[in-house]
């Protein structure tokens, strides 16, 4: 972590208090604070990148801060001005500019986070909150180069359901996600692609959202990610690739349903291009086996010349870092 944080308080009977930029240190919670019993939490990840002219910029921060409303609606904690908030994030990493890394393909991650602090046992809106940020440096996500994941596909396990809260960046969310992570691992699997339903859509890989790119029946070549249905977070780097693509205009670019069955279909007719899962931590990270239901699924995704996911890798952080190449 850097030298300083971002914290303001809320009561529910003076609002908002007076925002702080300090020095980091520990936070003081009385042991009854609802976060600590009740899960009542939501955070938030995003980037600052130096570039080539040594400006640091953030990226689409808006985006991050609408998600972060929208979690705060959704578990009863307190909405606020997100204009005003983006004024203080910006703040404070100017503040910590010397911790955001010079060389390349790194970056100073930004952890916004909002807990409900009130110290009353019983499961009720917190009359009490803190939303505090805190920043730090972090090197590549493929520090030798990028390299392709394997994933465990277990249709016993999921992620969310309608009506759930899959689509909002909370903590609870995540919890339940670690025991299958392990599972996965001791496969020696390096994550996990969550399915949904009796016809097992793919929804996403580990924290990331999916894209699957694939000769439709057809004929046409087509990149396909899974709707926004309440059941996937609606990312910063999947609105990305999506408004990336259409740009582009070179082939289909859709938000549907795609099962299971759809992806071994199209790879036992050669139809099956890439797969790969886009997010803050990595931006993309390419897919290169899949098991499910206890076979090994080869995915050609690194066999393709030209491949889509290092265009689109290379032109997202290019605009990460101002260049305007790609």
């Given at each position: 972590?850097?030298?300083?944080?971002?914290?303001?308080?809320?009561t529910?009977?003076?609002?908002?208090?007076?925002p702080?930029?300090?020095?980091?240190?520990?936070?003081?919670?009385?042991?009854?604070?609802?976060?600590?019993?009740y899960?009542?939490?939501?955070?938030?990840?995003?980037?600052?990148?130096?570039?080539?002219?040594?400006?640091?910029?953030?990226?689409?921060?808006?985006?991050?801060?609408?998600?972060?409303?929208?979690?705060?609606?959704?578990?009863e904690?307190?909405?606020?001005?997100?204009?005003?908030f983006?004024?203080?994030?910006?703040?404070?990493?100017?503040?910590?500019?010397?911790?955001?890394?010079?060389?390349?393909?790194?970056?100073?991650?930004?952890?916004?986070?909002?807990?409900?602090?009130?110290?009353?046992?019983?499961?009720?809106?917190?009359?009490?909150?803190?939303?505090?940020?805190?920043?730090?440096?972090?090197?590549?996500?493929?520090?030798?180069?990028?390299?392709?994941?394997?994933?465990?596909?277990?249709?016993?396990?999921?992620?969310?359901?309608?009506?759930?809260?899959?689509?909002?960046?909370?903590?609870?969310?995540?919890?339940?996600?670690?025991?299958?992570?392990?599972?996965?691992?001791?496969?020696?699997?390096q994550?996990?692609?969550?399915?949904?339903?009796?016809?097992?859509?793919v929804?996403?890989?580990?924290?990331?959202?999916?894209?699957?790119?694939l000769?439709?029946?057809?004929?046409?070549?087509?990149?396909?990610?899974?709707?926004?249905?309440?059941?996937?977070?609606?990312?910063?780097?999947?609105?990305?690739?999506?408004?990336?693509?259409?740009?582009?205009?070179?082939?289909?670019?859709s938000?549907?349903?795609?099962?299971?069955?759809?992806?071994?279909?199209?790879?036992?007719?050669?139809?099956?291009?890439?797969?790969?899962?886009?997010?803050?931590?990595?931006?993309?990270?390419?897919?290169?086996?899949?098991?499910?239901?206890?076979?090994?699924?080869?995915?050609?995704?690194?066999?393709?010349?030209?491949?889509?996911?290092?265009?689109?890798?290379?032109?997202?952080?290019?605009?990460?870092?101002?260049?305007?190449?790609?």
């Amino acid at each position: 972590m850097s030298d300083h944080m971002f914290t303001v308080k809320w009561t529910a009977d003076q609002g908002w208090h007076k925002p702080k930029i300090s020095p980091l240190r520990n936070l003081e919670l009385h042991p009854a604070a609802k976060v600590l019993h009740y899960a009542q939490e939501l955070f938030e990840g995003l980037k600052a990148y130096r570039g080539h002219d040594d400006k640091v910029r953030l990226f689409r921060p808006d985006m991050n801060v609408r998600r972060l409303l929208n979690s705060a609606q959704r578990i009863e904690l307190p909405k606020f001005d997100g204009h005003e908030f983006l004024q203080c994030l910006t703040k404070l990493v100017s503040i910590e500019r010397d911790w955001v890394p010079q060389y390349p393909n790194s970056s100073l991650y930004i952890r916004p986070t909002l807990i409900g602090t009130e110290p009353s046992l019983g499961v009720a809106k917190s009359n009490e909150a803190l939303l505090f940020v805190l920043v730090g440096p972090v090197g590549p996500y493929f520090a030798t180069g990028i390299k392709p994941v394997s994933l465990l596909a277990d249709p016993k396990y999921v992620r969310a359901w309608p009506g759930g809260t899959g689509d909002k960046k909370l903590g609870c969310n995540y919890a339940p996600t670690l025991m299958v992570q392990h599972e996965a691992e001791d496969q020696k699997l390096q994550q996990v692609l969550w399915l949904f339903g009796e016809d097992e859509q793919v929804t996403e890989v580990g924290a990331m959202n999916v894209m699957v790119f694939l000769k439709n029946k057809d004929g046409e070549t087509e990149l396909v990610t899974p709707p926004l249905s309440g059941i996937i977070l609606p990312g910063v780097t999947r609105q990305s690739v999506l408004d990336l693509t259409r740009e582009w205009n070179e082939f289909k670019v859709s938000e549907r349903k795609i099962t299971m069955a759809e992806v071994r279909e199209a790879l036992k007719e050669n139809r099956l291009l890439e797969m790969f899962g886009c997010g803050t931590a990595c931006v993309i990270c390419p897919i290169e086996r899949l098991v499910h239901r206890g076979e090994s699924l080869h995915i050609p995704t690194m066999e393709q010349s030209n491949s889509l996911h290092t265009r689109i890798l290379k032109a997202i952080t290019d605009i990460q870092v101002g260049c305007s190449c790609s």
